[in-house]
C-alpha cells in the first residue's frame, strides 16, 4: 500500500513551489467524543488528532477540520454538534480554531477562504447532511470544493465509504494519511504480517456480528480464543450444554462449519471450558462457577481455568490481537474474565494490539494501556484491516 504521508508534503516546504504553505487543507478526523449535556466527558479524540493539525499549521497551512459525531443520521440534532468542540480544541492546541455552524454552502466556503495561514476552521457535524453516509457525488464535491489538499486521519471510519472518507478524495489535488492514520497502519500491520505464533482472542455477544472476521482469523491465526456469549453458539455447536445462555440458533451451523475448517487450517480454537453463570443478568442474583451450564443459568463471563489457559496462550504468543469482552464486563461481578485477559495481554512479551471500545474500557479501567503495544482507535475499521480486507478509506488515499 503506497500512501501519500505529511512527511512527503513536509520534504518540500521552503520550497519555491511550498506545497502547503498558504493552502486550504481539509483534515478528516475522528473528533466523535462523548458528550453529556454538550460537555466533552472524555478528550482522548481531541488531542489524539491535534498532532496533524498542529504539523499542518506550523506548515502555514490553513485547516479546514471536520469529523462526524454520533449518529443524526441525515438531520441536525443539537446534542450532537461539534460547537463545543472548537474551544476545546483552541485550548489544547494553542490554535486559534474557528467554529463553521454548517460543514457545505457558500457561507463556510468563504470562512474557508478567509482562513489566515496557521488557522483552523471546525466545520459543523458531517452527518447533518445525509450525503456523507450516502457518499453523494454532490455532497463529495461541495466538500472537496472547501480545499485544495486533503488528509484523512480517521482511521475509525476509514472502513466506511463516506463522502468524507472517500468520495471527495478524487476531487483534491492531493490526498495524504495523516500521522494517526499511519500510526494505526504501521502497528496494524504486525497482526496482518504476524511474528508466530499468532493468538487472537474474540470476545463480544454476536456470532452474526463477528461471522467473517472468525472465519478469516482462524484462517491466519495459530490459536483462536473465543469469549463472550458468543463462545455459547460454539459450545452448542458441539452439544455441549449451554442452559439459558445467549445462543444464535441460526448460527450453530456456521460455528460447527467454523470448528471443522480451523482443524483444518491447523488453527487452534479455544473455547470455554468452564464459566460464570447467574440467573440475572444484573450482578444482583447468585453467581456460580461450573463446567457444565445447568438448565436455567446462563454464561455471562469465561471461568477461573478458561482465563488461566487463555493468559497461558497469551503468554507464549509472539503476536496477540484482541477484541471484544469475555463477559458482560460492564456488571463488575462479570468482569473478571476481561480483567484477567486484558492484564495477560499486558504482561505478555508478545506485540500485542488491543481493539474495540469495549476491551479499551476494560484496559483503561484497569489503567494498564501503556504495557498494551498499541490501543487502535477503530474497533470495526481495526477488525477489518486485520482481516486483510481493502479500507474504502485507505483505497482512496493510495496511488
Ligand atoms: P460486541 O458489541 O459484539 O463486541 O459485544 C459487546 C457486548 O457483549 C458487551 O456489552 C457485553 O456485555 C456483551 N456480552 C459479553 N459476554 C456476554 C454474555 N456472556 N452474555 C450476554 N452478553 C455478553
Redesign the pocket.
Known sequence: MKLTTLDDWLSGVGASTDPIRGRRVFVRADLNVPLEAGKIVDDTRLRASLGTVKRLCAAGARVILASHLGRPRGERVASLSLAPIAPRLAELSGLPVAFAPDSVGKAVAARANALAEGEVLLLENLRFHPGETANEPEFSRSLASLADLYVNDAFGTAHRAHASTAGMVEHVSSAAAGDLMLNEIRNLNAIVEPERPLLCLL????VS??LGVLRNLAERADLLAI???MA?TFLAARNEAVGD??VEAQRIDDARALIDRAEADRCKLLLPTDHVVSQS?DGTGETKIVQTIPDGW????IGPETAARYADAARTARTIFW????????VEPFSKGTQEVAQAVAQSPATSVVG?G?SLAAVNRLGIGDRIGHLSTGGGASLEFVQGLRLPGLAALEH
Open positions: 470476545g463480544g455477544a454476536k456480528d463477528k469469549g463472550g456469549a455459547y445462555s445467549l443478568l446462563r454464561g455471562v463471563d477484541n471484544g469482552p469475555m463477559g458482560i464486563f460492564e474495540g469495549d
